[in-house]
């Protein structure tokens, strides 16, 4: 018994392709889970390592007899799997993941209370003598926070019990032997089911007299016959709602439903199966739109979403390390882990309020005629806004005059630390308090990067990050190869090679290796190729080639852009972020590359009318920053990625052109990039900047994209700023195709 209940418990956490469809709204619908299945067996019980006869066998068969009951019964039956087949081949576990995605993506929307959950078992032991029949529930008293159940779950535990009572006394009533009887549990595919759910042990398997009689069509009719009516006598009932539809109370008699609807206003009474109301006509109900979420640091909560702030809070207080957020502004309104660590002071620097996030202590801040916002977990409660305090530490360089000015010494400090030749000059003082003792002159030089054609650009940019190729010490002796001719697999393999030891990425011809590439990748002495996208963008015989050469040749591609993009983040180690472009484009992409090398973060590409991708769906407390505006990413991927993660993880940064967007992104990333360094290509087509975020990697560089004509103001203006508060003394204009006059203007901005 020990083994087969260590097996269900696996169940905490079942499986080949379910079919049909969501039930019609309103409709009594039966969902039947038969366990196990495919490379997931279950018992072997007493004689299937002999005769082939495993659990899983045992469980469609009454599967498949019990749908026909209840069938007979005018219920609609939806089926996890109706042949033997597994939903995952990582792990059983994960295959108890994937069975109830099925299962609770089969109940219709708004029909979860006429809607149950049966999942067939079959037992085992290991006393040959052991047999009987048992049912299993979720009962709330096994809630724990290490294996929560759904929300949903909680709600339906007693009528879980009330469906396992039904069916269990059924069988019973009929002359099946009992085993354990009746037996409440936190099996995972009970605690995680959407409706009303009960896990069947039809009978042990373990036992020689009991699997004959298992296997017998006559037992299997009669088990599934009798769960068959225990589910009719289950919906049998008249139940009293209240004007939302909230079940309230359940009756055998009709009449005793009604008189109990007359204690209680703007109630009404149905009958569960036929859906029939009694007495009174069924209220409009009070439909609030479910904007307060729930979320975990780690795991994901499921059915998350109230109609109210209190219902979250309510809910949410039951469980530890939780949030609730608002799904729509992204404020944390309540939480048992976060600290509220961002307090807003008044004039006087007394305590006015505390919030959870920066962003909505500055929002609240901001409405107040004198108000600051500090960080009291920093060691000097830094000044993160004011909006009538200065900014009192100015950094200066003795070249170029005055950087940055800040509010809070040390910050100030660590910034004059970065460049040379500078010192701290406090206003209050008037003196300097810290001097650079690096006194190296600044000076500046401007440097083309480029080739006679995209192939070769992409050459001189790996000539310039190894211009004596691959150190013998340098571990990754790795290049990231493209095609030249579409941007849509290299998309975001620019955190992928510079994961790999800051790879050049190399862009070839489809159909052979241009001799350009090949020349470098000897010149580099390239041990290893990563190429990305299929034989569409690199044909076999680019590969073929590339082997001859005696690399090493790793391919990363999938039917889509989208799909490679998944196989090129799968190689990424795991990040405490990521960037979320469109796939269809390349400009955001590109700004979010130059940035994504610097933190180190992925890209995930998406396109309108796509599901949330798992990568994105998986990032509890990560966050996810969208690249571009609704046009590349529309809203309602940004809801729905709010929604997945929680509001409060996601920031969305645009502009109404493409440099707009890019300025956007650098300007919210200033402080990653304390480079001399800086990173200017063609904004009017891809392959220049696409292989430029090697660069980005090796100097900590923003990459600005430029147009053919004149500046935008806002792209003007940033790089002024970059201009002014770094030392810049080099500019990198990558390719061609940079306007001379744009370069001027850089160049005269950094003197």
């Known amino acids: ?294 979320y975990h640091p780690s795991v994901k909560v499921a059915n998350n979403l109230y109609g109210t702030e209190q219902e979250a809070v309510n809910e949410a207080e039951k469980w530890k390390n939780t949030r609730v957020v608002h799904t ?74 005055e950087m940055i000015h800040l509010y809070n010494r040390e910050e100030a400090r660590d910034y004059a630390r970065s460049w040379p030749n500078s010192e701290l000059f406090d206003v209050w003082a008037q003196k300097v308090i810290f001097t650079n003792t690096d006194t190296t002159k600044y000076s500046y030089t401007p440097q083309n990067v480029e080739g006679k054609n995209r192939t070769e650009t992409a050459v001189a940019v790996s000539k310039l990050l190894y211009p004596n190729g691959f150190a013998s010490a340098k571990p990754q002796k790795t290049v990231v190869l493209a095609t030249s001719g579409q941007y849509a697999d290299a998309l975001s393999a620019g955190p992928l090679a510079a994961h790999y030891g800051n790879a050049p990425i190399l862009l070839s011809s489809t159909k052979t290796l241009t001799p350009a590439v090949e020349q470098e990748l000897k010149r580099l002495k390239a041990k290893n190729i990563i190429m990305v996208g299929g034989t569409v963008a690199l044909s076999a015989s680019v590969e073929s080639k590339l082997k001859s050469m005696g690399m090493t040749v790793e391919r990363l591609s999938g039917k889509t852009r989208y799909e490679t993009n998944e196989k090129i983040n799968a190689k990424l180690p795991s990040a405490d972020g990521m960037f979320v472009t469109a796939g269809n484009n390349y400009p955001d992409a590109l700004t979010a590359a130059s940035v994504a090398v610097v933190k180190k973060w992925p890209i995930v590409l998406v396109r309108d009318g796509m599901a949330v991708p798992n990568r994105i769906r998986t990032a509890f407390g990560d966050e996810v920053v969208i690249i571009g505006g609704t046009a590349a990413v529309p809203a309602a991927m940004e809801t729905a990625i709010k929604r997945e993660i929680g509001a409060d993880s996601v920031r969305r940064l645009s502009g109404t052109t493409r440099y707009d967007t890019g300025t956007a992104t650098i300007e919210h990333y200033s402080k990653e990039f304390i480079s001399n360094r800086l990173i200017v290509s063609t904004g009017t087509n891809y392959p220049d900047a696409l292989v430029s975020s090697a660069i980005s990697a090796r100097y900590n560089a923003p990459l600005f994209l430029v147009p053919d004509g004149a500046m935008a103001a806002t792209l003007s203006t940033s790089l002024s700023k970059n201009s002014k508060e770094k030392l810049i003394n080099r500019t990198y204009y990558v390719g061609g195709a940079v306007n001379p006059s744009i370069k001027t203007t850089i160049n005269a901005m950094q003197k």
């Open 1 to 294: 018994m020990k083994t087969k209940l260590l097996f269900v418990l696996l169940l905490l956490l079942a499986i080949g392709i379910g079919s049909g469809t969501a039930s019609a709204s309103g409709k009594p619908t039966v969902i039947i889970d038969p366990g196990h299945g495919g490379t997931y067996g279950g018992t072997a019980g007493y004689s299937g390592n002999r005769t082939g006869y495993y659990e899983k066998h045992a469980n469609m068969e009454v599967s498949n007899r019990l749908k026909t009951e209840l069938e007979k019964r005018g219920f609609i039956v939806r089926m996890t799997r109706t042949k033997d087949a597994q939903f995952s081949r990582i792990s059983s576990s994960q295959d108890l993941v994937e069975r109830m995605k099925v299962a609770n993506g089969m109940i219709a929307s708004g029909n979860n209370d006429n809607t149950v959950f049966i999942s067939v078992h079959h037992n085992a032991t290991g006393s040959p003598t052991y047999g009987g029949y048992e049912t299993y529930y979720f009962n709330n008293n096994f809630a724990s926070s290490s294996y929560p159940p759904s929300t949903l779950q909680r709600h339906y535990s007693p009528e879980s019990g009330r469906l396992a009572t039904n069916t269990h006394r059924s069988v019973i009533n009929s002359g099946v032997k009992e085993g354990r009887g009746i037996v409440a549990s936190s099996f995972y595919v009970n605690r995680t089911a959407n409706v009303p759910a009960v896990l069947l042990e039809v009978g042990y398997m373990s036992n020689p007299t009991e699997e004959a009689m298992i296997k017998q069509a006559w037992f299997q009719n009669k088990v599934a016959a009798n769960v068959a009516k225990g589910v009719d006598d289950f919906f049998n009932v008249y139940v009293v709602n209240d004007r939302n539809g909230k079940s309230l109370r359940h009756y055998a008699s009709k009449t005793d439903a009604l008189n109990y609807a007359k204690t209680v206003a703007g109630s009404y009474v149905a009958h569960k199966k036929t859906g029939a109301v009694e007495g009174a006509t069924k209220p409009e109900p009070i439909v609030r739109p479910l904007v307060y979420g729930i």
């Open 328 to 401: 729509t502004t992204g404020s944390v309104l309540w939480s048992n882990y976060l600290p509220k660590k961002y307090v807003v002071l008044d004039g006087s620097d007394k305590e006015i309020t505390r919030f959870y996030r920066e962003d909505d202590a500055v929002a609240h801040a901001g409405k107040l005629p004198q108000a600051s916002v500090i960080d009291e977990s920093t060691q000097e409660n830094d000044v993160l806004w004011s909006n009538f305090k200065r900014k009192n530490f100015i950094v200066r360089s003795k070249d170029k005059g």
